[in-house]
């Protein structure tokens, strides 16, 4: 008994952390993927329901000395910058709200979340260490980018979009990869972490995987069996397959709860 309260109180203060992030998905993809080949796959920006994300940037360019025969170069730079970014990977994640050093709101507790990405509170909410993820990532591949960051919410205005800046003597000594890969990194927060006004209330942390070498991120795996913490059931959860997630959270040796909406609130009821 005094284990199960230890772990308890471990799980408690790990929730209320800053290290704690939440990825809501469906029943199915969590189940029958995600927890049975304790493997989470990185995303395609072409698949996200964000036109500012999925639709071709449109990268715009400043500069001096430019003639007539650059223009070509530049148009060739927008394209790479665009392919770059497209064919990196990406996980998506929900972040406890803070003020200050307070918790104003838990991630799991979200239910715009639970209504479109977990499956209309039937789905489930995998629940994962930020800083033991990342060191799963960073171990990956030394042909890899890394960055990760809370996302941004703003009016987004096309003037402070992210702009190549680029003169005339780096357009002709400068090779197409070395320009695009510098300009990503030097505008990664404009390029990957800023979104619409709209979108503020998912409050979400965002991982990027870029290749060094132009190979297509999106579609690998990363085993997660070192950096899932926790498993949360939806409130209209299907009873039919507590068994199962009985046995996959057994095998990862991590805990599962099953969120209970009463009085206004939500809590966490025992899996068991």
């Not at 005094?2 to 799980?11: A, D, P, T």
């Not at 392919?83 to 979200?110: P, R």
């Not at 999106?218 to 397959?241: E, R, W």
Request: charge should be negative; glycine fraction near 4%.
């Amino acid at each position: 008994m005094l284990k199960g309260s230890f772990m308890e109180s471990k799980l408690t203060d790990f929730l209320d952390s800053k290290d704690s992030i939440y990825h809501f998905t469906t029943k199915d993809t969590a189940m029958e993927h995600i927890l049975n080949n304790k493997s989470l796959m990185l995303g395609s920006f072409v698949n996200t329901n964000d036109p500012k994300e999925y639709k071709s940037k449109m990268t715009s360019a400043v500069g001096w000395g430019w003639e007539d025969r650059h223009d070509l170069k530049i148009s060739k730079v927008m394209s790479k910058i665009d392919s770059i970014t497209k064919s990196a990977g990406f996980f998506s994640f929900c972040e406890n709200e803070y003020k200050g050093q307070d918790i104003v709101q838990h991630g799991y507790k979200k239910s715009r979340m639970w209504s479109q990405y977990g499956y209309n509170h039937s789905g489930i909410c995998l629940v994962f260490s930020k800083k033991l993820l990342i060191e799963e990532l960073l171990k990956k591949s030394d042909s890899t980018t890394l960055y990760a960051s809370t996302i941004m919410y703003q009016k987004l205005d096309e003037s402070e979009g992210d702009i190549l800046s680029i003169n005339a003597d780096e357009l002709d000594t400068l090779e197409l990869d070395e320009i695009s890969f510098r300009h990503i990194s030097n505008n990664f927060d404009k390029v990957f972490f800023n979104k619409q006004l709209d979108y503020k209330d998912e409050n979400e942390f965002r991982i990027i995987v870029l290749s060094k070498e132009n190979e297509v991120i999106h579609g690998t795996t990363i085993n997660i069996s070192k950096c899932i913490k926790m498993i949360i059931l939806g409130d209209s959860f299907p009873k039919v397959y507590m068994p199962t997630i009985k046995s996959l959270a057994s095998e990862l040796n991590v805990s599962f709860k099953k969120l209970h909406w009463e009085s206004s609130d939500y809590f966490l009821l025992s899996g068991d």
